[in-house]
């Protein structure tokens, strides 16, 4: 056998085994972009306790640190929501809508409005929000299972992350291997901009607006601070949709000191200080994620692939945002 035919065996051998893993993998995409952008989102901490501890300690000291307040937000979120479904009384629907409909009686929409169709289609809502978490309490153990592989993943990723960089430069051709590093360096910055920026902001947000909410004993305040930070990420949406709802659901109920402490409050803590002071700090101009392509990575990406798009979607925007900076704005390449 030629040297040259035994190379291209051995390379199609090799691109069939990558095939083969890709193929096994691919159910799990899921979770190694979960993977990726949590590493990217404890890798600050990560950075900080390397400088005392090994490797291996820090990744697993930092994985411990960044989980536990999302684990007690979470069950307490959760507790919440379990408290509010068994304080629900179907009466309370009824007096609900009740108030609609005669307030609503007094304008002219009214004649347009069916109020047995509306009722139905509340209650045709609930039974299938109903079918729906019920399906979903099934899929638990399967959930636990990817969330210890994430866990599992993150921490190699962490630890290995330069062995990883090293790997892929390993099989890259020479003449290409200042370009490859400099679109991975490009990557890198985008990754952390993408997931370190948002993700820090949002919840810096959400504790500012739990804070902001406890204060005037706004009800369910984690949760309102919960969905706040989550419309933060959006630079369409954002978190002042939250607080100027809550903020005019208190001026329409004629409590003026609450809702004009929450708009102040509001803008000085959870727009300005986060646009003009916090986001500058942390993000780097230079490698700066234009707002379309936060909202394609942050609201389409979900929208299109369901739960995992919110790490799948600024993976592949961090990528060609990386491609675009490396080929047209670096004068390297």
């Known amino acids: ?11 199609a051998i090799i691109i069939g085994l990558l095939l083969m893993l890709l193929y096994i993998i691919f159910p799990f995409i899921d979770v190694l972009a979960y993977s990726v952008a949590f590493s990217y989102m404890v890798l600050p901490l990560y950075n900080i306790l390397n400088r005392k501890f090994n490797r291996t300690v820090s990744a697993g000291l930092a994985i ?3 989980i536990l307040p ?12 379990i408290d509010i479904a068994y304080s629900f009384n179907p009466e309370n629907l009824g007096k609900y809508l009740n108030f609609i409909f005669n307030n609503l009686h007094k304008t002219p929409l009214y004649k347009f409005i069916d109020e047995q169709t509306i009722i139905k289609y509340i209650n045709d809502f609930l039974k299938y929000l109903i079918g729906v978490i019920s399906n979903k309490i099934i899929d638990i153990g399967y ?7 994430v866990i599992f993943i993150t921490f190699y990723f962490l630890r290995d992350g330069i062995k990883i960089k090293n790997l892929i430069l390993s099989f890259i051709p020479k003449e290409y291997r200042v370009k490859m590093e400099i679109y991975l360096e490009y990557l890198h910055e985008s990754y952390k901009n993408l997931f370190i920026s948002c993700i820090t902001i949002s919840l810096i947000i959400t504790i500012l607006s739990y804070i902001g909410y406890k204060i005037i004993n706004v009800p369910y305040s984690e949760l309102f601070a919960a969905i706040t930070g989550i419309f933060a990420l959006l630079p369409i949406l954002g978190g002042w949709m939250v607080y100027i709802s809550i903020a005019v659901y208190y001026f329409l109920n004629q409590d003026y000191i609450k809702a004009i402490f929450l708009f102040i409050y509001g803008e000085l803590f959870l727009s300005i200080a986060p646009d003009f002071i916090i986001r500058p700090y942390i993000v780097k101009k230079e490698v700066d994620i234009h707002p ?4 394609v990575a942050f609201l389409i990406a ?7 798009g919110f790490a799948i979607g600024p993976l592949v925007v961090g990528a060609l945002n990386a491609f675009y900076l490396a080929k047209y704005r670096d004068k390297k390449i």
């Open 1 to 11: 056998m030629k040297d040259s035919e035994f190379r291209i065996i051995r390379k």
């Open 64 to 66: 411990v640190i960044f």
């Open 70 to 81: 999302i684990m007690i937000i979470s069950i307490y979120t959760l507790v919440t929501l």
């Open 143 to 149: 959930l636990l299972i990817k969330v210890i592989m």
């Open 292 to 295: 379309v392509l936060v909202v």
């Open 302 to 308: 979900p929208l299109s692939l369901g739960i995992s």
